[in-house]
C-alpha cells in the first residue's frame, strides 16, 4: 500500500520561510517521480515543482520560481519543498504527488496523492 504523508505545514508570516516535507512508503522511491500541487479556497489544484525520478531535473510553476526550492532524500524517501518569502496568495493546502512519468507537471500524471497539510500565510 502506497502512502505519502506530509508534515511541516501551518501559519507562517509574509516574507517568511516554511518546510514542507512528504516521506513515502509503499514504493520504490527512486523510481518515481515526486513533487507537490496545492488547492486555495475555491480555486483549483495546481502544480507547484516536481523533480525527476533520476533526481535530475526539476520542474516549478512560475509562482513559485525562485522563492520555492525542491529536494529530494532517496535515503530517507522523503521529498522537502522549502518555501521563502511566503505571501499570502501562497496560502493553500499543499499536497504530496508521486507519478511513475520521469517529471510530472499535471494532474493526470500522478499516481499517487498524500492528504496534504494546511498552509496559512497571514499578511
Known amino acids: 500500500q502506497v502512502q505519502l504523508v506530509e508534515s511541516g505545514g501551518g501559519l507562517a508570516q509574509a516574507g517568511g520561510p516554511l518546510r514542507l516535507s512528504c516521506v513515502a512508503s509503499?514504493?520504490?522511491?527512486?523510481?518515481?517521480?515526486i513533487g507537490w500541487f496545492r488547492q486555495a479556497p475555491g480555486k483549483e489544484r495546481e502544480f507547484v515543482a516536481a523533480?525527476?525520478?533520476?533526481?535530475?531535473?526539476?520542474s516549478y510553476a512560475d509562482s513559485v520560481n525562485d522563492r520555492f526550492t525542491i529536494s529530494r532524500d532517496n535515503a530517507k524517501n522523503t521529498v522537502y519543498l522549502q518555501m521563502n518569502s511566503l505571501q499570502p496568495e501562497d496560502t493553500a493546502v499543499y499536497c504530496c504527488?508521486?507519478?511513475?512519468?520521469?517529471?510530472?507537471?499535471?494532474?493526470?500524471?500522478?499516481?499517487?496523492w498524500g492528504q496534504g497539510t494546511q498552509v496559512t500565510v497571514s499578511s
Open positions: 504527488a508521486a507519478s511513475g512519468a520521469y517529471i510530472f507537471r499535471e494532474e493526470r500524471s500522478v499516481d499517487y
Open positions: 523533480f525527476s525520478q533520476s533526481g535530475g531535473s526539476k
Open positions: 509503499g514504493l520504490r522511491f527512486s523510481q518515481y517521480a
